[in-house]
């Protein structure tokens, strides 16, 4: 699966794609250049990937036990391939990237930095759902519901994971209230992230921001912005 990379040093950030897109969306609408002052200046490396969105999620001839899986094997490929290619490429061995993403994007995201605070520092969701269990028609399995942050994130009482999300310095759930927003979703995941004592910030924009690029480009600027210096 392809990789593109920005920046010669700095904090890095994993870039999830929305929808059925690829590595290379963020540079065609223009979020890495509303970001690339941040880039240029050594404070961000950004790192953008592909999903399986369309062999999980969206593919709808697949049957959902099919789509899960898909996304347990996405989830492998994260921690397994391209989080040791960015430490090795920043020359951390420690490395612990914020990962970020819009719209379908937004989901990888979070669930990727929840099921591993441990190997990520943060997320920078944007406009995102955090419950899919409507792709599933309702089936259920372990996939499903490790897949799905208002599945396990209830239900999180461990003595590893819940500790080190405790000490989280760097959860933003971004969301507007214009068009095609359904800040609810947002809401409802900043809801039982309070009710496991989880710091975080809850960011959600007016009645004019929109589910659309230009917005996602002014928040993740200034996010960065307040992240790395």
Request: proline letters at 6%; one cysteine or more; glycine letters at 6%.
């Amino acid at each position: 699966m392809p990789i593109v990379a920005y920046g010669h040093s700095g904090y890095p950030i994993l870039f999830f794609p929305t929808a059925a897109a690829d590595f290379l969306e963020y540079e065609r609408f223009h979020l890495i250049d509303a970001i690339s002052h941040h880039i240029d200046a050594g404070h961000v490396r950004a790192y953008s990937i592909n999903s399986v969105n369309r062999q999980a999620l969206l593919n709808e001839q697949a049957h959902p036990a099919y789509k899960a899986e898909m996304l347990t094997r996405y989830d492998r490929y994260i921690t397994d391939e391209v989080l040791p290619l960015i430490r090795n490429d920043t020359g951390d061995g420690n490395a612990r990237p914020i990962t970020t993403g819009a719209s379908l994007g937004a989901f990888l995201a979070a669930n990727t930095y929840f099921k591993h605070p441990d190997l990520l520092r943060g997320t920078i969701p944007m406009s995102g759902s955090y419950d899919v269990r409507m792709y599933f028609d309702g089936y259920a399995d372990d996939n499903v519901y490790f897949n799905n942050p208002m599945s396990y994130l209830p239900n999180l009482n461990d003595d590893y994971y819940l500790p080190i999300l405790r000490r989280a310095d760097a959860i933003y759930i971004l969301t507007g209230q214009g068009r095609w927003e359904a800040p609810e979703r947002s809401r409802d995941l900043s809801n039982v992230l309070h009710s496991k004592g989880i710091p975080h910030v809850l960011d959600v924009w007016g009645y004019d921001v929109d589910h659309d690029w230009p917005w996602w480009r002014k928040m993740l600027d200034h996010y960065c912005g307040k992240l790395f210096w």
